[in-house]
């Protein structure tokens, strides 16, 4: 299975820049779909955004569209989520999770994906 580590999470500034890093154990360069979903305090997990290789898309939540962007570099086997003019609502545990079962990726919001990082934490201040 899979094995995925999140990093660059730490305290941003409303309005600032954060860039999340997810480096995978193996390749993620086929058949993979990435995504980023994150947790806030006494909240669901949502998802963020994700790429899909079935249909080389990506998505974005609502929330999210305009302000992130996610990418992947298929040589260092890591998946990017820039994230600009935060907010503190986007405060939360930002988890990567990948599978290789996502072929619509128009489903991936609710797509029970496989492979799980711990998550890398994201505090944003007013």
């Known amino acids: 299975q899979l094995k995925l580590v999140e990093s660059g999470g730490g305290l941003g500034q409303a309005g600032g820049s954060l860039r999340l890093s997810c480096a995978a154990s193996g390749s993620i360069s086929e058949y993979y779909a990435i995504g980023w979903f994150r947790q806030a305090p006494g909240k669901e997990r949502e998802g963020v955004a994700s790429l899909v290789t079935a249909d080389d898309m990506t998505y974005y939540s609502d929330s999210v569209k305009g302000r992130f962007t996610i990418s992947r570099d298929n040589a260092k086997n890591t998946v990017y989520l820039q994230m600009d003019s935060l907010k503190p609502v986007d405060t939360g545990l930002y988890c990567c999770?990948?599978?290789?079962?996502?072929?619509?990726?128009?489903?991936?919001?609710?797509?029970?994906?496989?492979?799980w990082g711990q998550g890398t934490q994201v505090i944003v201040a007013p």
């Open positions: 999770p990948a599978d290789t079962g996502l072929i619509d990726g128009r489903k991936w919001y609710g797509f029970n994906f496989g492979s």
